[in-house]
């Protein structure tokens, strides 16, 4: 079988071959490794690589390249139609000669692959939801449409649409899903940290507005200020890595904020099993890998009610849920730094929830689907 997969996420070309964002090429390789030919359609960018990207170590028969285009402006909305003609003669093109088809959503290119594919009926398809399945978040209007043209089984036939989260009242093509980090054989006994002495909390993620790392920052503030021995790393980079530092310059908290920007997953493993407890106050989610790994390796998840997080955390049995009220969540973090018996609870609900989603068992899953 031949599959095509088709995404936003661009291809960086170099000398030696092409680079990708490394989770989504570690997730490839599991589709390629249960398929005959793998196929991309995609934008293709020459750039500088960074630690996040990877090379792409299997075969590829070959890669179609789009043209990227946006809606942020007026402007660039004007100058987007010809990428968007052109982009749907390729990609009607390229379904036309795959076998099955794989769609990446959501974003642009997604949304134009879901119109597409309506002229397909016949062909094996599936999609990966990968941002916020409810129905109630805020989210652009494409994303809502993608949505909406995926989970409508008159117009999408074949497919098996893959969200994050149980959501009710779904249509009978959408399949819960989730990814994975770790291995079965990775899995070590892991023992809840002692919260007497220095309390280790990390930040994991894109140093953006969205993920809301300088509210991290506060409510470790907030805790020093309860006489709680704290200190916060923060693992990743992005546009508010000024002002982060700006920040901890200014009010002199050096001595306990940390900014050690992107780092590898054989590191962050060490990091998680050394650490009592991940901050993720951000507003937008799919599935945040961060708060599956941290649960992986017993430490405690504090995060906000987006997307499917409050099923991850079983609504607070596995971690704290965030009301980004900075009193109210610092008096929910202090109660239970507070409580030995309690942290050690919710860690080890969360160590026996997270190990069900090993790589062994995301493999099955895709083989599954592939098969039906």
Known sequence: MKLLVISSAPFIKKADGFYAYSPYIKEMEVWQRNIDKIQFCCPILETKG?????????????TIQLKAFDFTTFFNSIKSFPAIFNNIFILFKAI????????????????LASLVQILF?????????????????????????????????????????????????????????????????????????????KIKMIFVGTLSKG??????????????????????????????????????????FSSFIFLKGNTDRASMKKIYQESHCLILPSKSEGWPKVVAEAMFWGCLPIATPISCVPNMLNFGERGILL????????????????????????????INWSRQFTIDKFEQEIKNILKS
């Open 50 to 62: 960074d630690l996040l990207n990877s090379k792409i170590s299997f075969e590829i028969e070959k």
């Open 323 to 350: 009301t980004e009220n900075l009193q109210t969540d610092v008096t929910s973090i202090s109660d239970l730094l507070s409580n030995q018996e309690e942290y050690n609870k919710k860690i080890k609900e969360g």
């Open 121 to 197: 009926p016949s062909k094996k398809k599936s999609a990966k939801y990968a941002g916020n399945w409810d129905s109630k978040a805020k989210q652009p209007l494409s994303y809502k449409i993608q949505k909406w043209i995926l989970k409508n089984t008159f117009l999408t036939k074949n497919m098996q649409v893959l969200v994050y989260g149980k959501w009710e009242n779904q249509s009978k093509n959408i399949k819960p899903f989730f990814t994975a980090t770790y291995a079965k054989s990775e899995i070590i006994e892991i023992e809840p940290r002692n919260l007497n002495g």
């Open 96 to 111: 036309q000669k795959a076998d099955a088809l794989h769609l990446r959503c959501p974003g642009n290119i997604g949304l």
């Open 211 to 252: 993920k809301q790392p300088l509210y991290a920052v506060k409510v470790v503030e907030a805790l020093r200020r309860q006489n709680f021995d704290v200190e916060l790393s923060v693992y990743g980079d992005g546009n508010e890595r000024f002002a982060i530092e700006e920040y901890v310059s200014v009010n002199h």
